[in-house]
């Protein structure tokens, strides 16, 4: 399962070894325990990584096991864009701060973790 955790100042991806449905039932149990709202609604997810990290043909490989959870696409001649259908879920339905969850492959999953970490070291040239 992967989880994106949208605040103001951007994201951060994780991958865990959990079901989507175990995740999902303990998070609704914390929320139950702490008397606070829950919202949860399918949605979709995208975000950019640079178009010439070595890590992207691994990925671009398994995208067709993920069927329409996971899209690749080129934004321009230096970013991809990824896009992958989940979950949302927040405290507040207006609110543009929460997690998204996804369950891919674990192939998928793999890659795009490690292509995402790949990302965070390289920098940005403008």
Do not use: C
């Amino acid at each position: 399962m992967l989880k994106l955790t949208y605040t103001e100042n951007g994201f951060y991806l994780e991958l865990l070894n959990q079901s989507l449905e175990k995740w999902l039932k303990n998070r609704l149990w914390v929320s139950v325990r702490a008397a606070t709202s829950f919202f949860i609604e399918p949605s979709s997810a995208s975000f950019l990584i640079p178009a010439d990290l070595k890590g992207l043909k691994p990925l671009e490989k398994v995208q067709s096991e993920n069927g329409d959870l996971m899209a690749i696409a080129l934004a321009d001649e230096d970013f991809v864009e990824i896009s992958l259908q989940g979950n949302w879920i927040v405290g507040d339905p207006h609110s543009e701060e929460g997690i998204f969850v996804t369950n891919l492959t674990q192939k998928a999953e793999f890659f795009l973790f490690k292509l995402w970490q790949e990302a965070q070291n390289t920098p940005i040239e403008f």
